[in-house]
């Protein structure tokens, strides 16, 4: 059995602080804490309706981590490629409409962040077990680069890969824990990012998982 105590042991002393990663990009330390368990129980209702599943990349490769949406619009991919749509292709259906607590807490977080005004209409949830991984890409489905993309993470931690304009760029390595939230947007927007392998461990709330929640403005 792994010990997992020192996994977190980093993490408390961090809740509060900002870490800035760019211009306009910045990890909220801590910042859903105190809501982690309401959105967890949230998240339940969502994935009730609409279950993560393996989508297939263009190339006709399942991706590794299983994903769903809630809110207006829903990032899917296919062989036909990635694009936003109103509907589970699954179901038929509408994706779960957006929890007001989950368009709240993206809009706060983008404030504190100086992003007035963001009114995510789409919510992207990732579902990471260990050992699996998002390779680097950037986000460029969306209509307007214009607003930021806040990310929430629940669970276990990650290694989140920031890197730059172009693929070939270094990347810094960063580490993102349970509860914290993260706002990218202006000129930080489309540089190239990933997640490193989640390494194994257990968590308290999650299990053995990393969701991993991101908002945007699709449409
Ligand atoms: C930086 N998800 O779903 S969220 C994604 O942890 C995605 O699941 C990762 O990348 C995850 O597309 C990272 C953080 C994130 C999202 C979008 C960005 C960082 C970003 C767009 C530009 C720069
Ligand atoms: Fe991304």
Redesign the pocket.
């Known amino acids: 059995m792994p010990d997992t105590t020192d996994l977190f042991a980093d993490q408390a002393p961090l809740a509060g602080t900002r870490t800035a990663l760019g211009p306009q990009?910045v990890v909220l330390r801590g910042w859903a804490l105190a809501q982690a368990q309401a959105l967890w129980d949230t998240l339940q209702a969502v994935v009730a309706q609409a279950p993560f599943r393996h989508m297939l990349t263009p190339g006709g490769q399942s991706m590794s981590?299983p994903l769903t949406n809630c809110g207006p619009l829903g990032w899917t991919s296919s062989r036909a490629g990635y694009r936003y749509r109103p509907d589970d292709p699954d179901s038929g259906q509408a994706w779960p409409a957006m929890p007001p607590a989950f368009g709240r807490l993206a809009h706060d977080a983008a404030q504190s962040a100086g992003f007035d005004g963001f009114t995510p209409d789409a919510c992207?949830l990732?579902c990471?077990t260990p050992g699996t991984r998002?390779s680097l890409?950037?986000?460029r489905n969306e209509r307007d680069f214009g607003w930021p993309?806040v990310?929430v993470?629940l669970g276990l931690p990650?290694t989140?890969l920031?890197g730059g304009a172009r693929r070939a760029d270094p990347c810094l390595r960063v580490p993102?824990f349970h509860g914290d939230v993260?706002v990218?947007g202006g000129r930080?927007?489309?540089?190239f990012?990933?997640?490193a392998p989640i390494g194994a461990g257990q968590h308290p709330l999650t299990g053995a998982q990393r969701i991993?929640l991101?908002f945007r403005r699709a449409g």
């Not at 930080?188 to 540089?191: F, K, T």
């Open positions: 990009a981590v992207l990732n990471y998002l890409h950037q986000d993309i990310s993470s990650a989140f920031w993102l993260a990218w930080d927007r489309l540089r990012h990933g997640v991993n991101t």
